[in-house]
């Protein structure tokens, strides 16, 4: 019967393992606790070298043991082929649905309110909403207009008459030069055809006058009719049917908004300023609606916020059966990153030593389901959802340990499922 000897570095981190077992599980307690990040990360590095150490002391085991003949061959493991696939980083943030057309319509005469339309009815552009008492006046507009047909009749009797005294005055006048008639009849229609013409000044002067007591009037009425600025959904009844409202201060009647074309604003950290531009393809979620729409970036704002090292930008959505609200929170993934031809295996396979270096195991000499794992250490880029990208130490074709791959050694024996 053969005889195996475990190192005495084994035997004496194993025992150091266990005494030191409880106090390091009180630390461990103490520094969750506490919240102590430094010592956290300290606390960590001391289990990943001792890791490191209890690793490289198995892996000489392991090579005594095959050197005396036991079979050291670990369980069945999972392997992926690499292969250069398309691979896309997602910057994800939180915006909210904005409507440029969201208004409180307001009064602009004093009065009592009759109001025509309710909460959740739509309205188009134009549309008489409402209208205020005019106290009597309508009737003084109408009065009016009646001084403005009064005097451009005149006017116009005004001006047949001048017409009448030009005529007398221009037969005269040749008359006068041929030496025919007096010089009396000759100045008295001169007189007349003069005092016509400022007679017609006067009449063009009331008829002004008249006309602007009217619009003046007429504006005034104007503001008693409420009409819709543009086409929307009557969101909220302010003040009610039968309500007294006011110009100055102005009363809010209703909101309105508009159910089209809306936006979602967000603010996206500065670091991702040069990789975000307009035209940049983006996917939003509503999670409320448990609906997804895809967009495009409308607007990069010029400000970076001091206090959050942000800057805005917009996103246009439109709104097809008007089930997106203002202000509907919403999840914004940008792609901010395409690399067509990249390696990329499941974050979870990448693991880190105690200088902080990622590798990974690789099935090599395979044989059949047999092989020997091997660490390798790669350098990372991006990282998406599930995946990492590796920028080096791996190349297609290498077959990644997946399942199983935790608890290896370097140069273990391993089987292939």
């Not at 025919?180 to 009449?203: D, F, M, P, R, V």
């Not at 914004?332 to 693991?351: M, R």
């Not at 105690?354 to 000499?365: E, G, I, L, P, Q």
């Not at 794992?373 to 599930?386: C, D, H, L």
Request: aromatic fraction near 6%; charged fraction near 20%; hydrophobic fraction near 40%.
């Amino acid at each position: 019967m053969k005889k195996i000897f475990l190192p005495i570095a084994l035997l004496l981190t194993l025992a150091a393992c266990k005494k030191e077992g409880a106090t390091q599980n009180k630390t461990l307690q103490a520094l969750i606790k506490t919240k102590d990040v430094k010592g956290l990360q300290a606390y960590k590095d001391r289990q990943k070298a001792k890791l490191d150490s209890l690793n490289n002391i198995m892996s000489e085991v392991d090579k005594n043991l095959t050197a005396l003949g036991v079979n050291q061959t670990t369980g069945y493991v999972s392997v992926l082929k690499l292969q250069e696939t398309s691979f896309a980083h997602n910057v994800e943030i939180q915006g909210s649905v904005i409507t440029d057309q969201d208004v409180k319509v307001q009064s602009q005469f004093n009065g009592t309110l009759t109001l025509y339309v309710k909460e959740g009815q739509r309205v188009n552009k134009g549309q008489v909403i409402g209208r205020i008492a005019d106290g009597g006046l309508n009737d003084q507009h109408k009065q009016a207009l009646i001084q403005v047909s009064a005097a451009n009749a005149q006017l116009q009797q005004i001006k047949s008459q001048a017409n009448l005294a030009r005529i007398t005055y221009e037969k005269q006048s040749a008359l006068w030069k041929q030496k025919i008639g007096s010089e009396y009849q000759y100045l008295q229609a001169k007189t007349n055809y003069e005092s016509a013409q400022k007679q017609i000044a006067a009449a063009q002067s009331q008829v002004a006058a008249t006309q602007k007591a009217a619009d003046a009037i007429r504006a005034n009425l104007v503001k008693t009719t409420i009409v819709a600025p543009f086409s929307g959904v009557i969101d909220k009844v302010i003040t009610q049917n039968g309500q007294a409202v006011s110009a100055a201060p102005a009363t809010d009647i209703v909101k309105l908004i508009s159910l089209g074309v809306m936006r979602v604003e967000a603010k996206v950290p500065e670091t991702y300023l040069a990789n975000v531009k307009p035209g940049t393809g983006v996917e939003i979620n509503f999670p409320a609606l448990n609906k997804s729409v895809k967009s495009s970036v409308r607007l990069v704002g010029n400000y970076i916020d001091p206090a959050t090292r942000t800057f805005i930008i917009q996103v246009p959505v439109s709104n097809e059966g008007g089930y997106i609200k203002p202000n509907l929170l919403a999840q914004i993934k940008i792609q901010d990153y395409v690399n067509p031809s990249a390696l990329q295996i499941p974050a979870q396979y990448i693991y880190e030593d105690a200088a902080h270096k990622s590798y990974v195991f690789v099935a090599t000499n395979i044989n059949g389901e047999n092989g020997v794992a091997k660490k390798v250490y790669v350098e990372t880029g991006q990282k998406s959802e599930n995946s990492v990208e590796i920028t080096k130490g791996l190349k297609s074709g290498d077959m990644i340990i997946t399942d199983g791959s935790k608890t290896l050694i370097e140069g273990q024996k391993i089987k292939i499922s």
